[in-house]
T-cell receptor
Framework: EDKVVQSPLSLVVHEGDTVTLNCSYE??????LLWYKQEKKAPTFLFML????IEKKSGRLSSILDKKELFSILNITATQTGDSAVYLC?????????????FGKGTLLTVNP | DGGITQSPKYLFRKEGQNVTLSCEQN?????MYWYRQDPGQGLRLIYY???????QKGDIAEGYSVSREKKESFPLTVTSAQKNPTAFYLC?????????????FGNGTRLTVT
């Protein structure tokens, strides 16, 4: 059974801090790893990672994948209260036309002013 | 604007009743998915469909049923056989192969069964 584990499950920081969220996985036939941000309703897409060692960056957020050690990290620098959300990691795996996404439980990030 | 519409936003039902959640997309996506989200559990896959008239069970399909008669629509029925139906349900869609395109999510339906 495919497994995705996120840590920590929750985190409280102050504005301006830098945070690192972790996602490790055990899946068969890895295809990609995705990060989503969920504030109240629909998760919104942040990054898709398929290759090891290549950092993806968007403003203060960045993410990198290590396919040898089977994990990814999501970094947020200079956090703001608007970064408060649940951050979801998902791994796509499978072969041929049989693939699916498995989600981790998420990390609840609270940024206090 | 293209997107995914889930309705209703909130749904209340009595135990023993079947209920159908609607999901419609106008993104011309081939694949559609239903996830269930419980506090502290992340998203768990109920059913998915990669093409019209075909669908597969996810990890927690028991007590649920779906249909995919049209590309745009993927309704989910929560049957009375589902032991703990109260949850937040998210529908998503993607171009057939998610490696080339991330999931787009609807705003969810919060179902409460008493």
């Amino acid at each position: 059974e495919d497994k995705v584990v996120q840590s920590p499950l929750s985190l409280v920081v102050h504005e301006g801090d830098t945070v690192t969220l972790n996602c490790s996985y055990e899946v068969t036939n890895f295809r990609s790893l995705l990060w989503y941000k969920q504030e109240k309703k629909a998760p919104t897409f942040l990054f898709m990672l398929t290759s090891s060692g290549i950092e993806k960056k968007s403003g203060r957020l960045s993410s990198i994948l290590d396919k040898k050690e089977l994990f990814s990290i999501l970094n947020i620098t200079a956090t703001q209260t608007g970064d408060s959300a649940v951050y979801l990691c998902a791994v796509e795996a499978g072969g041929g036309s049989n693939y699916k996404l498995t989600f981790g439980k998420g990390t609840l990030l609270t940024v206090n002013p | 604007d293209g997107g995914i519409t889930q309705s209703p936003k909130y749904l209340f039902r009595k135990e023993g009743q079947n209920v159908t959640l609607s999901c419609e997309q106008n993104l011309n996506h081939d694949a559609m998915y239903w996830y269930r989200q419980d506090p502290g559990q992340g998203l768990r896959l109920i059913y998915y469909s990669q093409i019209v008239n075909d669908f597969q069970k996810g990890d927690i399909a028991e007590g649920y049923s779906v249909s995919r008669e049209k590309k745009e629509s993927f309704p989910l029925t929560v049957t009375s056989a589902q032991k703990n139906p109260t949850a937040f349900y998210l529908c998503a869609s993607s171009i057939k192969d998610p490696s080339n395109s991330p999931l787009h999510f609807g705003n969810g339906t919060r179902l409460t069964v008493t």
